[in-house]
């Protein structure tokens, strides 16, 4: 794929909506290339970040989740957009892995997953809302 293509959908944030979001995502991952992991790792972080603005920018209110997905030669980049309160990532503290699963506090596992998953994740905060961007560089 040689071209910059952009693939965009916009629902409603709800959880039953998340199978909808994960079906365009690996549509559009396989439309580009990826393989079944890559494209099973892109719908594990959007997943991850749609539930978090579902549960934490909206608090399970109404909303909006409008996803833009730009397909380039190199890479593909996922932006998740909502209105809902700013997310500060720098509040979150990262998990603690090795701890025995009764001692581990709750949180912190989805931006975890997607900074492990994606090679970079950008928040953006203003007056237009919320930009979560992730960033998948295409293995030669």
Known sequence: MEETSLYELTVPARFENLALIGDFISGVARRAGFDEKGVFN???ACDEACTNVIEHAYGGGPGQIRIAVTVYPDRIQIQVHDTGRPFD???VRMPDLEAPLERRETGGLGLHFM???MDEVRFEF???GN???MVK???P
Do not use: A
């Open 42 to 44: 892109l719908q594990l």
């Open 89 to 91: 990532p720098t509040t």
């Open 115 to 117: 900074r492990s998953i």
């Open 131 to 133: 930009r979560l961007t």
């Open 137 to 139: 560089r295409r293995t």
């Open 126 to 128: 203003g007056e237009g």
